[in-house]
């Protein structure tokens, strides 16, 4: 036989040290690493950068120029129209005339409600002031007379006739500013902080659900943000702002440009997952996450909303909890054990 056509033998080295051992082994993939990322609660973060967004100069000019342009516009041609009817027809020039006049009355009666909202708003927060400056001086004076302020701003409401006359009849024997401001928070405070807790609870759930079940692209962003504005507007009926539209804007744009300003505007499995049960946002679909986590930001909204339209700030342990809020609210929507 030639060598050509002979076998050849190749050795294999087959010392130890040459095999492969666990350091040559591929890495283990992780489960729980999906490729699709979270959520983040993109409505509520679109709603906040829309709410709290303020035009430049250059856009406040534009529009208050073209708003002056079209009121003067406006005005001239419905004065030659009245003047012109008076001319061809004087009983139906009057009839025009008084439709007029009627919608410039309501036109000013709109304008002094908004104006009287900003002043009911600005009453809170001068109050809220001068809790702040009681507490930080412990003037027992200064904290009393936040009290008589108090029952002035809430006397004509029935629902605060209790706590108004638990404070007037037990503030005489109370000698600490601290202390008298938190009898007021008790007795005159409290049952209005549970019904701001309970809008909160609700504008959080409606939040959730809509963002959860409704597909329609922006429909979460604008529920989110109509959601919202309903409820920091009745958050300040609740504490006696009764604020107006324009003042529920400006409002609202306090309240979230606080939130963007601070960062409080974003939330994640940390803090869903320890309420509603670990691992349980990653078990549920996109949507689903979505809902959980726009809700829980809308709770954040609503306590910053407390914390702004309230007469005094919160002591110790009396701010309301969102994960508290959270839970109440959220978990009546969605099951808490697995699937």
């Not at 659900?209 to 943000?225: G, S």
């Not at 509603?276 to 679909?285: D, E, I, K, P």
């Not at 002591?315 to 054990?337: M, Q, Y």
């Amino acid at each position: 036989m030639s060598d050509k056509k002979r076998p050849v033998l190749i050795e294999l080295d087959t010392h130890e040290d040459a095999r492969p051992g666990p350091a040559d082994a591929p890495p283990v993939p992780d489960l729980g690493d999906h490729s699709e990322p979270g959520p983040d609660g993109r409505a509520m973060a679109t709603a906040a950068t829309l709410a709290s967004r303020k035009p430049s100069r250059l856009a406040r000019w534009f529009w208050s120029l073209l708003g002056a342009i079209l009121a003067t516009v406006i005005s001239i041609a419905a004065w030659n129209f009245a003047t012109s009817l008076l001319a061809a027809n004087p009983i139906l020039g009057w009839v025009v005339t008084a439709l007029f006049g009627l919608f410039i009355l309501v036109t000013l009666l709109i304008a002094i409600k908004e104006m009287s909202a900003f002043a009911r708003l600005a009453r809170l927060d001068r109050l809220q002031r001068a809790a702040d400056h009681a507490l930080a001086e412990n003037s027992l004076e200064a904290a009393r007379d936040v009290a008589t302020r108090l029952d002035s701003l809430y006397s004509a409401r029935d629902d605060t006739r209790w706590g108004r006359d638990r404070l007037k009849e037990r503030q005489g024997d109370v000698f600490d500013a601290e202390a008298l401001l938190g009898l007021a928070e008790r007795e005159l405070l409290a049952p209005l902080d549970k019904r701001a807790t309970a809008e909160v609870q609700a504008a959080a759930r409606q939040v959730a659900a809509v963002t959860a079940l409704v597909p329609l692209a922006f429909a979460d962003v604008f529920a989110a943000l109509s959601a919202n504005l309903r409820m920091i507007r009745k958050i300040a009926e609740i504490y006696g702002g009764r604020s107006g539209t324009l003042g529920a804007w400006r409002l609202t744009r306090a309240v979230f440009s606080h939130l963007v300003a601070t960062g409080a505007v974003a939330v994640g499995d940390d803090m869903i997952e320890p309420i509603l049960g670990g691992g349980l946002l990653a078990r549920l679909s996109r949507r689903f996450g979505e809902g959980l986590v726009n809700g829980a930001l809308t709770a954040r909204v609503g306590v910053a909303a407390m914390e702004v339209c309230r007469p005094l700030p919160f002591s110790a342990g009396r701010r309301p909890s969102v994960r508290r809020i959270v839970t109440t609210s959220l978990t009546d929507l969605f099951d808490k054990s697995p699937r």
